[in-house]
């Protein structure tokens, strides 16, 4: 088994969890804060715009099993990647779409990935989500790991929007 990162940002972290943890190879999908100044930031004080830092998930992945290149490809299915100021209801720069990267190989199927879906004009509008280099990544708070598990009508009512976007864009059920 050979074990690889990667960092997803896309609006509320308990929406990116349960699509990327149902799929083959991957071991775990954790929700917390990444690129912002702050150590050990909180929820409140993402919350308050003030340490930088933007929702994200970090997903451990067997890449035998699953690539990387699956992975961003699922990520574009399940945000608006031509809203640069949040997500959906989620609004602020702790909401902002990115895709994080650990190794050039990464950052390279990223940018050609975001080029192709930006060439395929299934948006009329520019694809924004930016591409940056990994940060240090903070763990959230035990009850947000694993939201749509343990809180299932919070979570169907928090992501009602995005997955009504979903479906008219993708065709998600």
Known sequence: MSQERAIFAGGCFWCMVQPFEELPGILS?????????????????????????????????????????????????????????????DRGDNYRPVIFYDTEAQKEIAQASKANLQASKRFDKEIVVTIEASQTFWPAEAYHQGFYKTNPARYAMSAQLRHDFLKKQWGNS
């Open 29 to 89: 999908v954790i929700s917390g804060y990444t690129g912002g100044t702050t150590e050990n930031p909180t929820y409140e004080s993402v919350l308050s715009h003030q340490t930088g830092h933007t929702e994200a998930v970090e997903i451990i992945f067997d890449n035998t099993l699953v690539s990387y290149a699956s992975l961003v490809e699922l990520y574009w299915t399940l945000t608006d990647p031509t809203d640069a100021f949040g997500q959906f209801q």
